[in-house]
């Protein structure tokens, strides 16, 4: 049985900083990532990171100010904010998959995942 289960979500003011963390139980998964959706918008890719981690993807919107990473034991995946701004605010989902990660549009998508987590709700104020 999987589950991922999110936490670090939070309200942080403009110009702030946020960590968010999701731990897989039941196996470990070759690829790992981050979704989001804001209010009335649809869920975008946010960043996804490779087995070994050598490989990471982000969104053009976040390069730069977001860092995806995980640990050794390749159950928990991170993702550092900083430089947060309103335009990030909205519900950050955890996302994994069996296969490697290629550079590929492929992987903007959320049908490329095959388990989800629950969400954490990431709040920006200016």
């Known amino acids: 049985q999987v589950q991922l289960v999110e936490s670090g979500g939070g309200l942080v003011q403009a110009g702030g900083s946020l960590r968010l963390s999701c731990a897989a139980s039941?196996?470990?998964?070759?690829?790992m990532g981050w979704f989001r959706q804001a209010p009335g918008k649809e869920r975008e890719f946010v960043a996804a990171?490779?087995?070994?981690?050598?490989?990471?993807y982000y969104a053009d919107s976040v390069k730069g100010r977001f860092a995806i990473s995980r640990d050794n034991a390749k159950t928990t995946v991170y993702l550092q904010m900083v430089r947060l701004a309103s335009g990030d605010t909205a519900v950050y989902y955890c996302?994994?998959?069996?296969?490697?990660?290629?550079?590929?549009?492929?992987?903007?998508?959320?049908?490329?995942?095959?388990?989800w987590g629950q969400g954490t709700q990431v709040t920006v104020s200016s």
């Open positions: 996302a994994v998959r069996d296969g490697p990660l290629y550079y590929s549009d492929h992987y903007f998508r959320a049908a490329a995942y095959d388990y």
């Open positions: 039941g196996r470990t998964f070759s690829t």
């Open positions: 990171i490779s087995w070994s981690g050598e490989t990471t």
